[in-house]
Nanobody, 116 residues
Framework: QVQLVESGGGLVQPGGSLRPSCAGS????????MAWYRQAPGKERELVAA????????NYADSVKGRFTISRDTSKNQFTLQLSSVTPEDTAVYYC?????????WGQGTQVTVSS
């Protein structure tokens, strides 16, 4: 049974940092590209960052380039999204996902709120 479980969301002040992570189980982690999406209230879900199966390449949405970093630890079946220099526009539910561009499994989501 494939499972993706996010953790590490929360409340952060503008300009601060946060590091949500996602633990995968029930599949061979290093065979899949993985991704983070986010969905803000009233908006469509958008792709934030993706990383290839061997971590040789990462891609980012223009809105987060230079501020967010995606990484993976295959030994732990885990990948993370380092959020830095956050703004209120980064407030959203963040979802980890398996497979890019064809996503077949999603985590339950973790709320990130940027507010002073």
């Amino acid at each position: 049974q494939v499972q993706l479980v996010e953790s590490g969301g929360g409340l952060v002040q503008p300009g601060g940092s946060l590091r949500p992570s996602c633990a995968g189980s029930g599949f061979t982690f290093n065979m899949y590209a993985m991704a983070w999406y986010r969905q803000a209230p009233g908006k469509e879900r958008e792709l934030v960052a993706a990383i290839t199966s061997a971590s040789e390449r990462a891609n980012y949405a223009d809105s987060v380039k230079g501020r967010f970093t995606i990484s993976r630890d295959t030994s732990k079946n885990q990948f993370t999204l380092q959020l830095s220099s956050v703004t209120p526009e980064d407030t959203a539910v963040y979802y980890c996902a398996r497979g890019v561009p064809s996503t077949d499994y999603w985590g339950q989501g973790t709320q990130v709120t940027v507010s002073s």
